[in-house]
């Protein structure tokens, strides 16, 4: 069985958008990001996107848009030397009642039988206290937060203290070269790549 690091879209690796990524035109993606990625291409971990996307449930986006914008972001990772093994979105509305929804673990759980990944030995990332609570309910090894995307204001709520304690990073590099430090992928490290703690 296969380790993973499970990330989230919005926040993570892509801007956030008030009212929603609703096209291929609202996606801003984070160079960190990229970098980061691609310095880790080669670990024995899968690296699996899981991402809610209410906007489909609400009637705003639809749901080949959603996974158009996913097939060019994955794209462009792989083109910048990055690598994602798999995607899996939610697409309901909160008030669907779900089991996929984050902070549900229904993503992860789906990913881990799909990939055979053994999710003790797993990680979380994400800029929201309800992937901090998806990771946990999913019994991963450790539930990151992310101060990019909604993080800073998540931390601000009363149920980041009740959450706590789990590990705070500014952003996807700073998170992944604490965890991966020393790793040299292609001649490049995340020496290099900045936005280090």
Same mark, same amino acid.
């Given at each position: 069985? *296969?380790? !993973?690091?499970?990330?989230?879209? #919005?926040?993570? =690796?892509? /801007?956030? &958008?008030?009212?929603?990524?609703? $096209?291929?035109?609202?996606?801003?993606?984070? !160079?960190?990001?990229?970098?980061?990625?691609?310095?880790?291409?080669?670990?024995?971990?899968?690296?699996?996107? @899981?991402?809610?996307?209410?906007?489909?449930?609400?009637? =705003?986006?639809?749901?080949?848009?959603? /996974?158009?914008?996913?097939? &060019? +972001?994955?794209?462009?990772?792989?083109?910048?030397?990055?690598?994602?093994?798999?995607?899996? @979105?939610?697409? *309901?509305?909160?008030?669907?009642?779900? #089991?996929? %929804?984050?902070?549900?673990?229904? =993503?992860?759980?789906?990913?881990?039988?799909? *990939?055979?990944?053994? +999710?003790? %030995? $797993?990680?979380?990332?994400?800029?929201?206290?309800?992937?901090?609570?998806?990771?946990? !309910? !999913?019994?991963? $090894?450790?539930?990151?937060?992310?101060?990019?995307? &909604?993080? &800073?204001?998540?931390?601000?709520?009363?149920?980041?203290?009740?959450?706590?304690?789990?590990?705070?990073?500014?952003?996807?590099?700073?998170?992944? *070269?604490? =965890?991966?430090?020393? @790793?040299?992928?292609?001649?490049?490290?995340?020496?290099?790549?900045?936005?280090? /703690?």
């Amino acid at each position: 069985m *296969h380790p !993973a690091i499970f990330l989230d879209r #919005d926040g993570v =690796l892509i /801007e956030n &958008r008030p009212n929603y990524v609703r $096209s291929w035109d609202d996606v801003d993606i984070y !160079a960190q990001a990229m970098d980061a990625l691609a310095a880790i291409h080669a670990i024995p971990y899968k690296v699996i996107i @899981v991402t809610n996307q209410s906007g489909i449930g609400r009637g =705003l986006i639809p749901a080949s848009m959603v /996974e158009s914008i996913n097939c &060019r +972001l994955v794209a462009a990772i792989e083109a910048a030397g990055g690598r994602i093994d798999a995607v899996y @979105v939610c697409p *309901h509305a909160p008030q669907a009642g779900c #089991d996929c %929804r984050k902070p549900r673990s229904g =993503l992860l759980l789906r990913a881990a039988a799909d *990939h055979a990944i053994d +999710l003790k %030995r $797993s990680i979380m990332i994400g800029d929201a206290l309800t992937d901090v609570a998806a990771g946990r !309910a !999913a019994e991963v $090894s450790q539930s990151i937060l992310l101060r990019s995307g &909604r993080g &800073r204001e998540q931390l601000q709520l009363p149920d980041a203290i009740a959450l706590q304690p789990f590990p705070v990073y500014d952003d996807l590099a700073s998170a992944l *070269h604490a =965890l991966f430090d020393g @790793v040299w992928i292609g001649g490049s490290s995340f020496d290099q790549i900045g936005n280090n /703690e």
